[in-house]
Nanobody, 121 residues
Framework: VQLQASGGGLVQAGGSLRLSCAAS????????MGWFRQAPGKEREFVAH????????YYADSVKGRFTISRDNAKNTVSLQMNSLKPEDTAVYYC???????????????WGQGTLVTVSS
């Protein structure tokens, strides 16, 4: 599967952004979809993931209550709604696909190219 992330940009603290990830291929609904982020000088970290059917989600503590992950298997898309953004949310955000219900970067097989989110204070 090929992934293409979009929707990043510059936003003030407290603002919102919605990231989208479009997937090619007919097996999108077979994958657990995740969002990760990587800030300058830091390792890539888990943000959220969603089960194949979209019923189950899980969030990193740092974004819980502010971010919402969703997917549309008919359109082969996964989204990340980000509200109440903070400067520490500044990072390149990546969507990724895995056959496993996992938060480990190493267990995601396919990655989008990343989209930059910058939150100004």
């Amino acid at each position: 599967v090929q992934l293409q992330a979009s929707g990043g940009g510059l936003v003030q603290a407290g603002g919102s952004l919605r990231l989208s990830c479009a997937a090619s291929g007919r097996t999108f609904s077979s994958y657990v979809m995740g969002w990760f982020r990587q800030a300058p000088g830091k390792e890539r970290e888990f943000v959220a993931h969603i089960s194949t059917g979209g019923v189950t989600t899980y969030y990193a503590d740092s974004v819980k209550g502010r971010f919402t992950i969703s997917r549309d298997n008919a359109k082969n898309t996964v989204s990340l709604q980000m509200n109440s953004l903070k400067p520490e949310d500044t990072a390149v955000y990546y969507c990724a696909a895995s056959f496993l219900w996992t938060r480990s970067v190493a267990n995601y097989d396919y990655w989008g190219q990343g989209t930059l989110v910058t939150v100004s204070s």
